[in-house]
Structures are given as C-alpha cells and as structure tokens.
C-alpha cells in the first residue's frame, strides 16, 4: 500500500498510544491501581497496529487477550476513555464494563469474544459467513497467538473457511510463547504459515517489528477476501519481552525473559524506534514531533483515568443478566 505522510503519522501515533497505554497499565497494577491483572503487548504492538489501522468500515477483528486487544482497539477507533472504563467495571465502558476487559466492542467491529484459545477463530468463521453471504465486501481479521495452533478447534474452523471460501485472514501473533511454555515444546514446526499450505490457502510469514511489511502483508490477504478469493494467513514474527502476565505489586505470574535476549529486542527490534526512525529520517516527523504524540496520549490517559474513578459502576446482577441475550 502507497501511504501518504499524513498515514505513516498515523501509523506511528498508533504505536504509540498502544505503548503508551500499556506501559500505563503496568504502573497502575505495580502501584496497586488497577484491578485484574494485565498481559503486556510491548514490543508486540506492530502486528495490531500495521493490520488494523486502515481496515474500513464494517470489517470485523477478533482480538486476543494480548494487550487486552489494544493494539488492535486503537487503530480501529476505541476510545482510550472507554478501553480504560471497561478496565474498571465501569457503565462507559466500551461493553459497558461487563467484559472485564475482553475486546468485545460491536460497534467498532469486534463483534464477540471468548477467552478460550483458538475458540475465536470458530467465531471468526461465523462472521465471515456472514459478510460473505451479505455481499458487501467486508472481510473479517481473527489475531491468533502461535500457541492456538497447537489446538484442534483452530484447525477445524481454518479448514471450515478454505473450504467454504470465507472472507477471513488470520494473523498469527507467534511471539513463540504459550503462557509459561516456549514453542518448542507444543509445535516441532515453528513457521506457523505452513500450516495455511496443508489446507490448500495461502500463508505467508512477516517480520511482525515492521509495520508496514505487516501492513502490506495484511492488505495483500484482505483485497484478496474482498474479491472473493477466501481466507489466508499471515504469520508475524514477534516477540514476548515480559512475562505472560502480572498483576498487582511485586508480581510477575512467570519468570521474566532472558534479560540479554530482552535488552536486544527493545535496543534493534523495538517497532516504535524502528518506524520512527524511519520517519525521522525521511524527514516526516521530529523527535520534538514524537515526544509531542507521548506527551498527548499521556495526558488522554490520565484523564481516562480519572472519568473512569467517576463513571458509574454497573448497578446490580440483574443488569448483568439483563446483557445476556439479545432483545
Ligand atoms: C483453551 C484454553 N486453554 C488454556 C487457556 C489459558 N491460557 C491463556 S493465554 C494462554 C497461552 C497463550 O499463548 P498464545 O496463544 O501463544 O498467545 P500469547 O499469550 O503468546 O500472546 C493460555 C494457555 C485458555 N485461555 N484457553
Ligand atoms: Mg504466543
């Protein structure tokens, strides 16, 4: 895709925000701020950021529970004020704080969401169908980590949409990790997009620090869908820098990674120094322009925050019930 200066601006601002937010998540649960707990996407945020950003209207994106989709919600419009609110159990919440924080935001195109691995993309196929069978072109984005293709229910629904020439691109996330368990140990075939092969669809791996190879890749993969030649998958490759997960002061729900192994991926493959790098170099922003965008997203966060502390919290069970089914 031929991106204008004003699109590499936004690409960059994306990553950003996403970084942003998620190193403001961290704080806040290290600070005991923040409920739950929280699983970082940093040095991750490429692979959301270059495949959603200029998706259109009416498309649809299964997220993960990797930055609790923010990378993926970001680009695609979801406010910071409501991704924080539905972090707080809040009414304003972008599914008004009854997720707990799962990106299941219908209105923006994630139209539902389980936290069960792999159950997504059977999900994704259902939508698919449905863009398919609407006509309009639309196509459907479903984010995998790499540990989903050890499972049986991603193999049944991938084959489901070769078979059925669905609309769908699956962008596996292969930071190889599966909670606490390095890929060796669930995949002898670490290329995830040779999979795609073996059911007759195209696959295709990316260097998922590079925005714009993602974004390419993915655009690729969606004009196809949208002429009707049905689902593909593209593979980044990525890396998880911290742990699975972690919650609440002083800890971590795994060991943290190798520490000289993490210092190289934030030094060489850190996505948001290598994009803006580039562009600082192309001449299409300052640094003095970057620290502006860090600047603004901190101060929108500060202030999600603090409307989230005021919003109200959702009244009583039988709301709850009442979100069950669909009128
Ligand atoms: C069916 C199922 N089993 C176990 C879990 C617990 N679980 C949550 S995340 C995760 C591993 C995820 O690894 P991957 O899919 O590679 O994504 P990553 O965390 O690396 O982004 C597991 C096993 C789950 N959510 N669903
Ligand atoms: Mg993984």
């Not at 699983?39 to 609790?68: I, K, N, P, W």
């Not at 593979?235 to 800890?251: A, D, F, I, Q, W």
């Amino acid at each position: 895709m031929k991106l204008t200066d004003d699109q590499k601006k936004t690409l960059l601002n994306n990553l950003i925000r996403v970084r942003e937010l998620d190193q403001w998540f961290i704080d806040a649960l290290m600070a005991g701020k923040l409920p739950l707990f929280y699983h970082s996407t940093q040095v991750q945020e490429a692979v959301g950021v270059g495949a959603c950003t200029f998706l259109e209207d009416g498309d649809s994106v299964y997220a993960t529970h990797r930055g609790h989709g923010i990378s993926k919600l970001i680009p695609r419009g979801v406010s910071i004020e409501s991704i924080m609110a539905e972090h707080y159990g809040k009414l304003t919440g972008y599914c008004g704080g009854a997720s707990g924080w799962h990106p299941c935001v219908p209105d923006k195109g994630f139209p539902m969401y389980t936290a069960l691995i792999a159950e997504n993309l059977g999900l994704a196929c259902g939508t698919a169908m449905a863009h398919k069978l609407d006509g309009k072109q639309r196509v459907v984005v479903a984010f995998e980590g790499d540990s989903a293709v050890a499972k049986a229910e991603f193999h049944e629904a991938f084959n489901f949409a070769a078979a059925n020439r669905l609309p769908l691109i699956v962008v596996i996330e292969n930071n190889e990790m599966g909670q606490h368990t390095p890929i060796e140990t669930y995949l002898l075939n670490k290329d995830v997009a040779n999979y795609a092969k073996g059911i007759g669809v195209p696959g295709k791996i990316v260097d998922g620090q590079d925005v714009v190879a993602v974004l390419d890749a993915v655009q690729e993969a969606v004009e196809r869908a949208r002429a009707g030649g049905g689902p593909s998958m593209i593979e980044c490759k990525t890396y998880r820098l911290r742990g699975h997960s972690e919650g609440g002061p002083n800890v971590s729900m795994d060991k943290p990674r190798p520490k000289d192994e993490a210092d190289m991926w934030l030094r060489d493959k850190d996505p948001l120094k290598l994009f803006g790098g580039e562009l600082i170099a192309g001449g299409i922003v300052t640094q003095a322009d970057i620290d502006q965008m860090e600047h603004d997203v901190r101060e929108e966060i500060e202030e999600a925050y603090q409307s989230a502390l005021d919003a109200p919290p959702i009244p009583n069970f039988e709301h709850l019930q009442s979100l069950l089914f669909a009128e």
